[in-house]
């Protein structure tokens, strides 16, 4: 059968493909050859180039434009190219090393480096660079600008609603007012610390051989400085080196960088979840879209699907996440290759990753407030006005403040009506009653615009 959107076994690559696309030329075998050719290559660079190391011929500017093709021209045709050695080397990173030994054989200027291309190198040096150079791609061109747009978007509505009342409900229950817009600015200020965090994780690289001594390196060179070397390497890629490790990089960034995300995820999925929420209460309509359809049977239903393929795919990262951080910082003895298979998942736990966001981000673009229903449910609901009579009771230093509030109001229905009859019977100035008797729940909303204000302008930086 052949392969495509339709028979894929994956939903990333079948059902989703089209939203994931961004991500092939990131997280698949293509993408993670092109990154091994750019790193054995940048390396046979970095040694023609540098002073120190003796032995190569100058890299005139033809032959480094030549490399530089390699790189910049690595196709899908040269793909398959390298998976036809690899059939041959039963070793992928062996593979990629013949296919650029081949390039240079077949080209009179390169001819003469071709000893040189993956020197002193083990595969993991070039293994742990690509998926570095992966990672940061991922991060910084697709995640981190899939999640800066749900942010804005949430601005944006924080802004509009900042001061329109909603009844808050804690444990499920009326409690002290709020405003629309701050419960959705409240997600604005957890997201971006998150997301400078995430921003923050050092992406780690090394090339030190075989078991992280420089064995071969010095054999050869002893006099050079290979870890000076290696490094100033590593930071032309992008990465941050990493100076002590055995055969592998030891993946413990990679967890920090799968926990950072799954953290964005989780506050992600809480958004996800009182969004969904609040349809339900009807605090919200959500727009329709001309042509879809909500239930095959039911024609009045508009669902909240977007919110709901949000959670499924950031529960399937998080879970992919959650593995990976646990399962790559651990290896036996000096390597073995259990993180191989799990590295090459990199891009099925990100993948969902982008594909919550894009749900999230659509459905954030069909919320309507329902001013109406937002209203009702607070003149529904004056006892969330005791708190703010019991405190006035306890500044003016009347005894019991909290207790007669609660003989009053607790687990009982009461009228605006009556909690100011109530008032009225208290010792209390005439300008504190007047004060207390004029409150209403859509006006007990405290600070909230102003604190909503002030989280947006953090975002925006203003």
């Not at 480096?113 to 190198?121: D, E, K, Q, S």
């Not at 791609?137 to 509505?157: F, G, K, Q």
């Not at 100033?232 to 413990?252: C, K, M, W, Y």
């Not at 950031?314 to 290759?337: E, H, K, T």
């Amino acid at each position: 059968m052949e392969l495509n959107q339709l028979t894929a076994i994956s939903p990333i690559d079948g059902r989703y493909g089209a939203k994931t696309a961004q991500l092939r030329a990131v997280f698949s075998e293509y993408g993670l050859m092109r990154r091994r050719v750019e790193v054995e290559v940048r390396w046979l660079q970095w040694l023609a180039q540098s002073p120190a190391v003796t032995g190569l011929p100058e890299l005139v500017p033809a032959a480094e434009r030549e490399l530089d093709m390699i790189v910049a021209e690595f196709s899908v045709t040269d793909a398959a190219r390298v998976k036809e050695i690899e059939t041959t080397t039963n070793h992928d990173v062996k593979a990629v090393e013949y296919f650029i030994r081949e390039k240079l054989s077949a080209n009179q200027v390169l001819r003469v480096y071709t000893p040189f291309i993956h020197f002193a190198c083990t595969s993991e040096d070039i293994n742990n660079l690509s998926h570095g150079l992966m990672l940061k791609t991922a991060r910084d061109e697709h995640l981190y600008p899939a999640l800066a747009d749900i942010l804005d978007a949430l601005c944006a509505l924080a802004a509009r609603w900042a001061a329109l009342p909603m009844l808050a409900r804690t444990h499920g229950q009326p409690a002290s007012p709020t405003t629309l817009g701050k419960e959705l600015a409240l997600f604005v200020h957890r997201l971006r610390q998150q997301l400078e965090r995430f921003r923050e994780v050092a992406i780690l690289g090394k090339l030190n051989g075989a078991t992280g001594n420089f064995n071969a390196h010095l054999s050869a060179r002893p006099e050079l400085d290979w870890p000076e070397q290696s490094r100033r390497f590593v930071e032309t890629l992008g990465l941050t080196p990493n100076p002590h490790s055995a055969q592998i990089e030891p993946h413990d960034y990679k967890a920090e960088y799968f926990h950072a995300l799954s953290r964005i995820n989780t506050i992600l999925l809480d958004l996800c979840r009182d969004l969904w929420g609040y349809i339900a209460l009807d605090y919200f309509h959500l727009q329709p879209v001309a042509g879809e359809v909500g239930s095959s049977t039911m024609p009045h239903k508009v669902n909240p699907i977007d919110f709901e393929n949000a959670e499924g795919n950031l529960g399937l990262a998080n879970a992919l996440l959650g593995f990976m951080a646990d399962q790559l910082p651990v290896s036996r003895w000096q390597r073995d290759l259990t993180d191989s298979t799990v590295t090459r998942n990199m891009g099925t736990a990100l993948a969902h990753c982008l594909l919550a966001c894009q749900a999230c981000l659509k459905g954030l673009g069909k919320l309507e407030a329902n001013t109406e229903r937002l209203r009702a449910d607070l003149n529904d609901n004056p006892e969330v006005l005791a708190e703010a009579v019991q405190t006035m009771m306890r500044r003016r230093g009347i005894e019991d403040s909290y207790e007669q509030l609660k003989a009053l109001t607790r687990g009982q229905r009461i009228t605006l009506e009556s909690l100011r009859n109530f008032i009225n019977t208290l010792e209390l100035p005439p300008q504190d009653k007047a004060a207390l008797s004029q409150l209403e729940p859509a006006d007990y909303i405290g600070n909230a615009a102003a604190q909503t204000t002030q989280i947006i302008a953090v975002w925006k930086g203003d």
